[in-house]
C-alpha cells in the first residue's frame, strides 16, 4: 500500500493538527489550539430546509435561540438627529431638575411666609391650621373662610405656633364651627402679645370681653376695626382707649348699634388717632347725642378739637353732623385728608368753612345726599384748595 504524504493527508481548516504515534492501536484525533480563532463556515448563509416532521414554525423558533443580532450600522443624518434630540432631552431635564430645586428653596425661605392670607377656604383642617402655625407669619388673614371642620384645638395651635411673631391678624366674616364665636380673637389675645393691628370686621361673635382681652393683652395696639360689630357697648372702647390712647392711629366702629356719644369724651384724649369711622351710628344721630350734650353736635366738635393727627374721618348717616362739625373740621384738622359726610345735615355754609380755610391736604370728599349745596360753594372749595379733590356727590345740589 503506498503511503500517504504528510502533505496530502485532510486537515481540518485553521487547526493544528497533532497525530499521536504511538502505534497502530491509538486511533489519531485532532487537537485544537485555545488561541486559534475559528473562521465562519462557508455553509453558514446557506438556507436550511426543514427535515421531515419538523414544523417551519420550530425551526424559526430555534434559529432565533442560537443566533445572535447584530445593531445595524445607522446612517449619518439619524445618528445627528439623535444626537440632538438626547441634548435637547437632557437640557429639558435640567431645566425641570432646576425648576424642582428653585420651588423647593422658596417653599423653605421663611422670608416668603411673613404674609398668609386665606380666602374663601371651605375645607380647613387642624393639620393644616397647625402647620400654618409653625411658618410663623407676621401678618394673618382669614376673611370669608368655613370653619366646619376644624376644632378648639387646631385654633390653639395655629395660634400657639405664631406666638410673639404675629403682628397683624384679619379675621373678617369667617363662619361655622368656632368662627361662630369669638374663639379665634380670644385665643390672639393668649398667645400673641405683640399684636398692632386687628381687624375683626363684620364678625358677630365680637363681644365686649373680646375687645377688653386684646386690650389688655397687646403692648400696643394702632389700628383696631370693628366694623359690623353690633354686640359691643361703650366699655369695650373705654378700655380700648384706656390702654392704647397713646398708640391708637385708626379706629373704625362702623355700624356698632349699641354705642352712644359717650365715646366722645374717650376718643378726644387718642392724641394720636388719624382714622375714624363712625359710619350709620343710628344711636349717635339721634337720642345719643341729644342725651349727652342737648345741643346737636357740640360733643362731636369738641372731640374733633382734640384730634389735630386725623387724616380719615367717616361720619356718613349721622343728621347731627352740620355746619359746626365741620368748622371744627377746618381749624382743628389741618391733616385731613379724606371726608365723608354724606347723608348729615351739612350745608353749603359747612363747605365755606373748609374754603375760608384752605384744607392743604384733602384729597376726597363725599357729600352725597347733603341739600342746599349749590356749585358756586363747590367751585370755591375746589379753587381754595391746592391739591386735586376728588368730590363725590350726588344729585341733590340746589341752583
Given at each position: 500500500m503506498r503511503p500517504v504524504s504528510r502533505s496530502a493527508q485532510?486537515?481540518?481548516?485553521?487547526?493544528?493538527?497533532?497525530?499521536?504515534?504511538?502505534?497502530?492501536?491509538?486511533?489519531?484525533?485532532?487537537?485544537?489550539?485555545?488561541?486559534?480563532?475559528?473562521?465562519?463556515?462557508?455553509?453558514a448563509n446557506v438556507e436550511r430546509r426543514p427535515r421531515k416532521g419538523r414544523s417551519e414554525k420550530n425551526?424559526?423558533?430555534?434559529?432565533?435561540?442560537?443566533?445572535?443580532?447584530?445593531?445595524?450600522?445607522?446612517?449619518?443624518?439619524?445618528s445627528a438627529h439623535l444626537e440632538v434630540s438626547d441634548r435637547a432631552n437632557q437640557h429639558s431635564k435640567n431645566r425641570h431638575i432646576g425648576v424642582c430645586r428653585r420651588f423647593a428653596s422658596l417653599t423653605l425661605d421663611r422670608s416668603l411666609w411673613h404674609v398668609i392670607q386665606l380666602h374663601r377656604h371651605q375645607h380647613l383642617t387642624n393639620t393644616a391650621l397647625a402647620c400654618i402655625g409653625r411658618l410663623r407669619p407676621r401678618e394673618?388673614?382669614?376673611?370669608y373662610c368655613r370653619g366646619d371642620n376644624i376644632g378648639e384645638e387646631g385654633l390653639r395651635c395655629l395660634f400657639q405656633g405664631c406666638g410673639t411673631g404675629l403682628r397683624k391678624l384679619s379675621f373678617i366674616g369667617c363662619?361655622?364651627?368656632?368662627?361662630?364665636?369669638?374663639?379665634?380673637?380670644?385665643?390672639?389675645a393668649d398667645y400673641c402679645p405683640n399684636l398692632s393691628h386687628v381687624n375683626a370686621s363684620y364678625t358677630?361673635?365680637?363681644?365686649?370681653?373680646?375687645?377688653?382681652?386684646?386690650?389688655?393683652?397687646?403692648?400696643?395696639?394702632?389700628?383696631v376695626k370693628l366694623?359690623?360689630?353690633?354686640?359691643?357697648?361703650n366699655a369695650a372702647i373705654q378700655q380700648l382707649v384706656h390702654y392704647h390712647k397713646d398708640t391708637l392711629q385708626r379706629l373704625?366702629?362702623?355700624?356698632?348699634?349699641?354705642?352712644?356719644?359717650?365715646?366722645?369724651?374717650?376718643?378726644?384724649?387718642?392724641?394720636?388717632?388719624?382714622?375714624?369711622?363712625?359710619?350709620?351710628?343710628?344711636?349717635?344721630?339721634?337720642?345719643?347725642?341729644?342725651?349727652l350734650v342737648g345741643k346737636g353736635e357740640v360733643g362731636i366738635a369738641q372731640m374733633l378739637r382734640r384730634l389735630p393727627r386725623l387724616r380719615v374721618l367717616d361720619l356718613c348717616g349721622l343728621s347731627a353732623v352740620g355746619d359746626m362739625t365741620m368748622e371744627a373740621l377746618a381749624q382743628s384738622c389741618p391733616h385731613l385728608e379724606d371726608l365723608d359726610v354724606s347723608c348729615t345735615s351739612v350745608t353749603q355754609n359747612g363747605l365755606l368753612h373748609l374754603a375760608q380755610v384752605p384744607a392743604t391736604c384733602l384729597r376726597c370728599l363725599r357729600i352725597s345726599h347733603c341739600r342746599e349745596i349749590t356749585k358756586d360753594v363747590l367751585e370755591k372749595l375746589i379753587k381754595a384748595c391746592p391739591k386735586q379733590v376728588?368730590?363725590?356727590?350726588?344729585?341733590?345740589?340746589?341752583?
Open positions: 485532510p486537515k481540518v481548516r485553521g487547526e493544528h493538527v497533532v497525530h499521536q504515534e504511538h502505534g497502530p492501536a491509538h486511533l489519531s484525533h485532532p487537537v485544537v489550539s485555545s488561541n486559534t480563532r475559528i473562521p465562519e463556515s462557508p455553509f425551526l424559526s423558533r430555534r434559529a432565533t435561540d442560537t443566533v445572535i443580532d447584530h445593531p445595524r450600522r445607522k446612517s449619518r443624518g439619524s394673618l388673614r382669614l376673611t363662619t361655622k364651627g368656632p368662627f361662630d364665636r369669638d374663639i379665634p380673637l380670644l385665643l390672639a358677630q361673635a365680637v363681644r365686649d370681653q373680646t375687645v377688653m382681652a386684646l386690650a389688655k393683652s397687646a403692648f400696643h395696639l394702632i389700628s366694623n359690623g360689630a353690633q354686640q359691643i357697648s373704625e366702629l362702623f355700624g356698632c348699634f349699641r354705642l352712644n356719644s359717650d365715646i366722645f369724651k374717650l376718643l378726644g384724649s387718642c392724641q394720636e388717632l388719624r382714622a375714624l369711622a363712625f359710619g350709620h351710628l343710628h344711636h349717635l344721630s339721634s337720642d345719643g347725642l341729644l342725651e376728588a368730590f363725590m356727590f350726588s344729585l341733590f345740589i340746589s341752583d
